[in-house]
Structures are given as structure tokens and as C-alpha cells.
């Protein structure tokens, strides 16, 4: 597993700015996924979303994380009923910071984009990671993990 570190940095988000050193929760999933409002994100959006109060009660915190702006997020967020935090990452800062940026095959062209990954840490330091997520019940996965790493 690789040894990446939470950047000390505010982002912009759904609820402001958030810095992923600071959040106050004992643990954090940070999830990357390619686009606000296409059909595999809104399926991972929503399964977290839906998972909140339980991911609440293990003192967990879940923030979303894509190159959309806040606007979009924002929208995405309305429309979906969402309950999670959404960083907008632009600048791809974040997307670089944790490698989740591959070349994808797009209708036989080469493109660069977000590949679907989570990130569990607990107190800041990463303990499991998850490369080429299939969203369709990936948010009932971690919240399974996360609570066999908390027994």
C-alpha cells in the first residue's frame, strides 16, 4: 500500500473550504470518481449518501472528490439529495497528490481521466485503499471495511 500522506491544504467544497489534514473526524474515506451526474457516479454518490448516519455512528466522515467545479457539485448535490461533502479539484492538486489520474480508453480514444478510487484513513494515517472501484455497492464495501478495522 502506498504511503500518501493527507495534504495540509483547503480545497473548495460543497460546504466551503475543507482541509483533509484538519477534518475532525477519527476516521476520513476520501473517494475519487471521474463526474458529477453520470450514471456510475450518481450510483456512488447516492450509496454513500445513503450510508451517512452509519458512517456517522462510526465516527467516519466521507468526502467526494472530482475535477467538477463547485457550481456543478453544488447542483449535483441538489438534485441527488446528497448528504456528503463534495471537493472540486480543478487544478487537479488532489487527483495528483493521491495518483488517481490514468489514461482511459473513451470510445477508442486515449484520454486522461479520474480513475474511480477510495482512501480509508484513520487519524490521518492511510490504512486501506481501493484502486478501479466498481461503484454499484462499493459504499456498502467500505462501510463493511470499516467496521472490521474498527473491531
Known amino acids: 500500500m502506498s504511503d500518501i500522506q493527507l495534504p495540509n491544504q483547503s480545497f473548495p467544497a460543497t460546504s466551503g473550504e475543507i482541509n483533509l489534514a484538519e ?39 466521507v468526502i467526494g472528490i472530482s475535477r467538477d467545479s463547485v457550481k456543478a457539485h453544488q447542483n449535483f448535490t441538489e438534485k441527488q439529495n446528497l448528504s456528503i461533502n463534495l ?18 480508453n473513451m470510445y477508442g480514444k486515449k484520454v486522461m481521466g479520474i480513475e474511480r478510487s477510495t482512501f480509508i484513513f484513520h487519524k490521518g494515517k492511510l490504512v486501506k485503499e481501493y484502486r478501479k472501484v466498481k461503484a454499484a455497492g462499493h459504499a456498502e464495501q467500505v462501510l463493511e471495511d470499516i467496521k472490521a478495522l474498527q473491531a
Open 87 to 104: 471537493i472540486s479539484d480543478k487544478e487537479e492538486v488532489l487527483c495528483n497528490h493521491f495518483d488517481v489520474i490514468k489514461e482511459k
Open 23 to 61: 477534518m475532525p473526524a477519527e476516521w476520513l474515506i476520501v473517494y475519487f470518481y471521474p463526474k458529477d451526474s453520470t450514471p456510475g457516479c450518481t450510483t456512488q454518490a447516492v450509496g454513500f449518501s445513503c450510508l451517512k448516519d452509519q458512517f456517522d455512528a462510526l465516527n467516519t466522515t
